[in-house]
């Protein structure tokens, strides 16, 4: 069922994740917080992953997977897929990318002053919220799937209730809210600085620490991730070896996955994969490093 076998990992991370969860509202047991929060980050990172690329072969068995990653992170598949996956990585780079860390002025024309981390933090989850909803409404498939997710989450809410424990509510909220500012500040560390007039056509900043590579799902090769968005984890360190210059490409999401009535340009924004070639970037191994996207940067 699974597309790759490497996401057995991925999905332990979220089996773990929702099982402390249900049996920390059922039972009330501190020990089941323990697997609740310890694949928590990993949880999020595979919601990530499945705005790009789905885990499984069969569309039920996303469906599953989706709800379940949605009342595990607080934040709704469809919410998630619009902010990053139609949004952020088709639009890049432009006033349209909302989710950047960088401020607009009237809505059109890049200011390249970057938000101050704090200021973003606190924006992107509540602007995330409003302009997805807003946009996901419009189509009907994805507000049924929307609403889905929205029940889903409302279930678990209620069951603390429904069994007269309204606190272990808490853990759940607080749960919710890690994950929209771990959200923020890795979308924050990927971007911040990006739009800079001597970098017109980087994406993103990488990072090269084993917890942003091999023990992040390769998040932390970034550069790569934006060129070939719907390219799997386990291929972005060989994407990035491919060192030789070519002219950058826009990213998009999946074609299942746009919004009607837009007008793709290229067989990438069609929902097609790049073809293998050359990436560039800095290699993760390379002895220069540099903060900076196409680079490297050590921590």
């Not at 020990?31 to 499984?56: D, E, I, Y």
């Not at 989450?153 to 919710?176: D, E, K, Y």
């Not at 590579?213 to 060129?227: C, D, E, K, V």
Request: some cysteine; charged content about 15%; hydrophobic content about 40%.
């Amino acid at each position: 069922m699974l597309r790759y076998r490497a996401d057995r990992s991925s999905l332990g991370c979220v089996i773990a994740s929702a099982t402390g969860q249900v049996a920390w509202l059922a039972t009330g047991k501190v020990a089941f917080l323990l697997p609740m929060f310890a694949a928590l980050r990993w949880t999020a990172l595979v919601q990530h992953n499945q705005s790009h690329l789905t885990m499984f072969r069969h569309r039920w068995a996303n469906r599953l997977l989706e709800l379940t990653l949605g009342t595990v992170t607080g934040t709704p598949m469809e919410l998630y897929r619009e902010a990053h996956a139609r949004t952020h990585h088709p639009h890049v780079g432009t006033a349209k990318d909302w989710t950047q860390p960088t401020q607009l002025r009237d809505g059109q024309a890049l200011q390249c002053q970057p938000l101050s981390r704090w200021r973003y933090l606190y924006v992107f989850a509540p602007r995330s919220w409003f302009v997805g909803c807003s946009a996901v409404r419009r189509v009907r498939s994805q507000m049924r799937c929307l609403i889905a997710e929205g029940a889903a989450m409302a279930v678990l809410a209620a069951l603390p209730v429904l069994l007269g424990s309204p606190v272990r509510l808490l853990p759940i909220v607080f749960q919710w809210t890690l994950v929209a500012v771990f959200s923020a500040h890795a979308n924050y560390e990927h971007h911040n600085g990006y739009l800079e007039a001597d970098r017109p056509t980087d994406f993103a900043n990488d990072t090269a620490s084993r917890l942003h590579t091999s023990l992040g799902f390769n998040i932390g090769y970034h550069t790569a991730h934006h060129r070939r968005p719907n390219a799997h984890w386990t291929k972005l360190p060989d994407l990035e070896a491919k060192r030789a210059p070519q002219p950058a490409m826009r990213s998009v999401a999946p074609a299942d996955m746009a919004r009607p009535g837009s007008s793709p340009s290229s067989s990438v924004a069609q929902g097609r994969e790049l073809p293998e070639g050359p990436v560039s970037g800095v290699s993760m191994s390379s002895p220069r490093m540099r903060p900076g996207y196409g680079t490297t940067r050590a921590r």
